[in-house]
C-alpha cells in the first residue's frame, strides 16, 4: 500500500494563502469603501456609552451623505423664501398675502415662512452644514500635509498585477534604467524617488487640492452670506425730476437692514435728479419695449461735486454704496386754488404705473392751508388716474396705448373732509383714505369727477375752488441704495468653488512604478506598471507614453519581440496592489469614509 507526500503542496498552498492575505490587507489600505466590522460584538448590535454616541453623531455629520443632505435641505428651504413675500423684503406685500390667505396665515407664521432666514429651522441647517464642512476639512487638510511631506510608496512584488502594465528586455544597465526613468518621471511633473530596486512616482495632488479647495471655498460663500445678512443695509427712494436726496435715515421711503447695521455706518453723500431719460420701441411686435432709461444725476461726496449717469445694471458706486435705478413713472403738476383764488398747493404728484404702458394712479392731497367758502378748515383729496398716452374719447377704453407722453389725459374724482393723516396710523401716500371724506357733486346731484387735457381746469362745486393740470409733466426714477459688504467675498467664494470642483473632477490621482533589475541570463527586464485612484482609460495611454519615452534610453534586446514594446492593459484584478510593508494607506479621507 502505497502513500502519497502532501507536505509540498500543502506548504505551496499555504505561501499562495500567505500571499493573498497580505495582498488583501494591502488591499483594504487603498481601498476608500467603509470597514465593516464582522466581529461578535458588532452582530451583537453595538454597545456605545454617552463618548461612544458623541463620536457616532460627529462622524455622522461630518459624512459626506449628512452633507449632502444638508446642503439638499439649506436649498429647499430657499424656495418658500423666493415664493412667499418677506417681511425683511417688503412688509406691505406680506400684509396683503395674509389678508388674501387667511386660512393658510397662522400656518405660515409658525412656521415662520414670513422670515425664512432668520428662522430657527433654516439657521439650525445653516449652521449644521457650516460645522460639516470645517468638520471634514480640518482633518482632510493635516493628512494630506503629511502626504505632500512623505515619498511616494515603494513598488508592489508582483507589477504584473496592476491594471496598467507593459515590460521589455534591455541590454541597458539596471542603474541607468533608473536613472533614466527618475530623469522622465520627475520630467512630466511626478514626484518620483529610488526605492530599492524601482522608481517610486505620484501624481495628481490638485486632485485633492481642488477637493479642499471646493470645501473651503463654500464656507466662504456661508460666511460671506451670513455676513451680508448681518450688515447689509437697504432702501428705496422715489425721486422726481429737480429733487434730490441726502443718505440719512429719514430721506428713504422704505428702509431695511441687518441686526449688525448702524445708521451711522451710512455713507455720507447726496445726489440731485436732473433729468431722466426714456425711449421705447415704436413700431413692430416690440412696440414699447423699452430702449434707453437713464438717470442723470449729480451728487456730492466729501465736498466734491461730480455728475453721472445711471442706467439699468449701471449703478452709482459710492464708497460702499451702490444706487441703483429700478423703476420709473410721471409726475403731473396739478394747481390746487381755494373759493378765494389763493394756491394752497402747487407741485408735481407722482403717480405708480400699473401695467408696461405707465397708466398710473395715484392720489393729491391738500392737507393744510385749504378753507371752505365759509372759511371753515377742511382737506381736499384727489383720486388721480394718469395715461401718457390716451386712445381718443370713445375708442372704449382709459388705459394708457403706448409708455411715451404722445397724448397725456388726467382723469380726477375729488373728495372733500378729513384725510385722516392726523391719526397717527401709517398711511399710504399713493391712496385715499375715504373714510372721513365726502365726494364733491355737481349742482344735479351726480359725483364730480372729469377727463383732463394738459392746461385744463376743474372747478370745484359750490364756490369750493378749482384744480388745474399744468402742461409741465416731470418724470421721477425710484433708487434703491444698497451696501451689501458680501458681495466680493462671496463671489470670490464662487468662482473658487469652480475651480476646486473642475480640479477635484478631471485630475486623476496616479502612481508609476519602473523597476529594472537583471535577470539570470545577464539581460535587464524592465517593468512599468501604473496604478490610479479610479478607472480611467488616460492611464494606460499615460503609461504607454512613458514607456516609448524610455525606451530612447534603454532599447529593447536584439532577442525581444521586433514590436519594440509590449503594451498591456489587462482587467483590473482585486489582488493587484503593493506591499502591505511599503504601501502606506492612499485615502485622505478619514478610514471608512468617501470623498467629501
Known sequence: MSTTDTSGTTDASGTAENERAADEAAGAQLSTAPTEDRSESAIGGPRLGVIGWIRWFWRQLTSMRVALILLFLLSLGAVP??????????EVKVQAFKDAHTTLT?????????????S????????????????????????????????PPGAPRRLDRLPAYTTWRTEAEPEQVREAALALLKGRRFRAHTAGDAIA??????????????????????????????????????????????????????????????????????????????TYEKDGPQRGTPRTFEAAVGYSQGGAEKKAVIRVNEPLVVGDSKVYLIAHGYAPVVTVKDGRGKTVFHGAVPLLPIDNNITSTG?????????????????????????????????????????ALDFPVMALTGFHGDLRVDSGLPQNVYQLDKSKM???????????????????????PGGAGSITFEKEIKEWASFQISQQPGNGLALAGAIAAIAGLTGSLFIQRRRVWVRAVRGEDGVTVVEMAGLGRSESARLPEELGDLAVALTAQAPPAPEADPEAVRHAAPEADPEAVPDPAEEPAEDPAPSGEADK
Open 81 to 90: 423664501g423666493s415664493l412667499i413675500p418677506q417681511t425683511s423684503a417688503d
Open 106 to 118: 397662522p400656518l405660515y407664521e409658525k412656521l415662520q415662512l414670513f422670515d425664512v432666514y432668520s
Open 120 to 151: 430657527v429651522w433654516f439657521s439650525a441647517i445653516y449652521i449644521l452644514l457650516f460645522v460639516s464642512l470645517i468638520g471634514c476639512i480640518v482633518p482632510r487638510t493635516w493628512q494630506f500635509v503629511g502626504q505632500l511631506r512623505s515619498r
Open 201 to 278: 512616482s505620484e501624481k495628481g495632488y490638485l486632485r485633492e487640492v481642488g477637493n479642499l479647495a471646493f470645501h473651503i471655498a463654500l464656507i466662504v460663500m456661508l460666511v460671506a452670506f451670513a455676513w451680508g445678512q448681518l450688515f447689509k443695509s437697504e432702501g428705496g427712494k422715489l425721486v422726481i425730476e429737480g429733487d434730490g436726496f441726502s443718505n440719512t435715515l429719514t430721506q428713504y421711503d422704505d428702509f431695511k437692514s441687518g441686526s449688525q447695521f448702524g445708521t451711522d455706518e451710512l455713507e455720507p453723500f447726496s445726489f440731485t435728479l436732473d433729468s431722466f431719460t426714456g
Open 363 to 403: 392720489a393729491i392731497k391738500v392737507m393744510d392751508g385749504y378753507r371752505d367758502k365759509n372759511g371753515k378748515k377742511e382737506q381736499l383729496g384727489f383720486q388721480a388716474f394718469f395715461v401718457p398716452t390716451f386712445a381718443g374719447a370713445g375708442k372704449g377704453t382709459m388705459f394708457s396705448q403706448f409708455p
Open 438 to 460: 365726502t365726494q364733491f357733486t355737481d349742482p344735479s346731484g351726480n359725483k364730480l369727477a372729469q377727463r383732463m387735457l394738459p392746461g385744463e381746469t376743474m372747478t370745484l
